[in-house]
């Protein structure tokens, strides 16, 4: 995997150079051209399939703000909806339904067999079909106006840089810059190469060196002890925060040098102290999606129930964001776990602002650092449930023995993984404590030249070193 991030630096490189040379309506259509290209290289036959829900929605979008019909206006927004869903549905969700419909009908007594569809799951599907959706559903509300450019709108979805594994960007947000002349300067190509340097430092040697420490963990098999348990659920925490984090980083740094803004994604998720602050900080432009397009609708509609009406919306939105994951009950059920902490945090807000919090500034701390350490463990929980590869009843085993079958002295032998993810660990955990001290993500960049120089110099030691070299690929390309 490293080998191929080098391969798709050259890449970069081949096309940033003529980028900074070209005028505005050029550096577009080299953008165009390498996004498909970038694309085609995985597999060239879902180039033609991205282009039907860009066409679909390019000439719904101009349907919808020229029609004076409301009915008009909600036809072409279905049909908008309908081809995005249906695809999505088609490639990712096909198998998943049939399956648990023969199941079902079987359950019943009768016999059937149908068949199942051996396709592959187009890159990036989930993340530029919420894009998608989301500026036909803006264009209809009229937040937005649609673009008349048919070449800007292709690049909106295909831009390379977050085709693959988001930030999901919304048209008002990346459709404006694409349309607009960009100012490509030295301090953001700085910054932007910091961004890129850091995130592959996430991903290379952070994320693919942990996942051979959960890989061996979540792959075992029953009875399971809860203090290996314990161990590779910490060990998938911080692979899929790194894996994940480290593709937006490289995604922004990529869109820094050539002029681009790209929203944080990750706002130090582990330092959250309840689930709403949690998703506030994780996979920040999922959770925005989720509530705008999800969670708000819902819960309107519903207001005259109450509070009722926010649990049975948080319970839709939570149930939906775990289907959106993929097509298997323990991502279905980790989707459940957050709604249940959301909606129990709703009903224990009240009481637990009635606490008072200790006078001694020092105690203080301990409370906030405590209070964090616990929502760490709840979070744990359902990483446990979302790495059981699949497997619904390996998840409910691994969890039971987090209970029930706890021995450190009979896992003495886990100690060797225990600090190899240390070392792993060490240094990105230094990194993040002072972003949260600072509250400032670029707060290393912006440390002294020297304290700069000797980052650099461990992240890069580590890198060469200790980088996976045959690491996986990143977690959410499958997404």
Avoid at 104 to 123: E, V
Avoid at 182 to 207: D, H, N, P, T
Wanted: net charge positive.
């Amino acid at each position: 995997m490293l080998f191929k991030f080098v391969l798709f630096l050259a890449f970069f490189a081949a096309v940033y150079i003529p980028y900074l040379f070209l005028s505005h309506k050029w550096q577009n259509r080299l953008l165009l051209l390498a996004s498909c290209l970038f694309y085609a290289a995985w597999d060239w036959r879902f180039v033609f399939l991205i282009f039907v829900s860009i066409t679909t929605d390019y000439f719904c979008g101009l349907k919808i703000d020229e029609s004076d019909s409301e009915k008009v206006k909600k036809r072409f927004l279905l049909l908008s909806i309908f081809v995005n869903i249906g695809i999505l549905g088609f490639f990712k969700y096909f198998n998943f339904f049939i399956a648990n419909f023969e199941l079902f009908i079987n359950h019943l007594g009768f016999s059937i067999h149908p068949q199942l569809l051996h396709i592959l799951l187009p890159l990036g599907i989930s993340f530029y079909t919420f894009k998608t959706l989301s500026y036909t559903i803006d264009v209809y509300a009229e937040k937005i106006k649609p673009t008349r450019s048919y070449r800007d709108y292709a690049l909106f979805v295909s831009f390379f840089p977050l085709i693959l594994a988001g930030p999901i960007m919304r048209a008002g947000d990346l459709l404006r810059q694409i349309a607009s002349p960009r100012k490509v300067w030295l301090e953001g190509f700085y910054e932007g190469s910091y961004l890129i340097f850091f995130g592959a430092f996430q991903k290379f040697f952070v994320a693919d060196n942990l996942a051979v420490i959960a890989g061996k963990i979540f792959s075992s098999s029953p009875p399971y002890n809860g203090v290996a348990v314990l161990l590779g659920a910490y060990a998938f925490a911080f692979q899929i925060y790194c894996d994940f984090a480290g593709y937006s980083n490289i995604a922004r740094g990529l869109g820094k040098c050539m002029g681009f803004d790209i929203m944080v994604n990750f706002n130090l998720p582990y330092f959250a102290t309840n689930p709403q602050d949690f998703w506030n900080r994780w996979h920040i432009s999922l959770s925005n999606w989720l509530r705008d397009y999800l969670y708000n609708p819902i819960s309107f509609s519903l207001r005259r129930w109450g509070v009722w009406g926010v649990v049975v919306a948080l319970m839709a939105t939570f149930f939906l964001c775990g289907l959106w994951h993929g097509a298997y009950w323990n991502f279905i059920a980790w989707g459940g776990y957050w709604g249940i902490l959301l909606i129990s945090y709703v009903f224990l807000r009240p009481i637990l602002a009635k606490i008072p919090e200790p006078k001694n500034a020092l105690l203080q701390k301990v409370w906030f650092y405590l209070r964090i350490i616990f929502f760490f463990q709840l979070t744990c929980i359902g990483w446990v449930i979302f790495g059981a590869e699949g497997n619904l009843s390996k998840a409910f085993s691994m969890l039971q023995s987090l209970f029930c079958n706890f021995h450190l002295v009979e896992k003495i032998g886990l100690r060797g993984d225990a600090m190899g993810m240390i070392s792993f660990l060490w240094l990105m955990g230094i990194v993040e404590i002072v972003q949260f001290w600072k509250k400032d993500l670029m707060a290393v960049y912006k440390m002294p030249v020297i304290v700069r120089a000797f980052f650099y110099l461990l992240c890069f030691y580590s890198l060469t070193i200790f980088g996976a070299v045959n690491g996986k690929e990143f977690i959410y390309f499958q997404f």
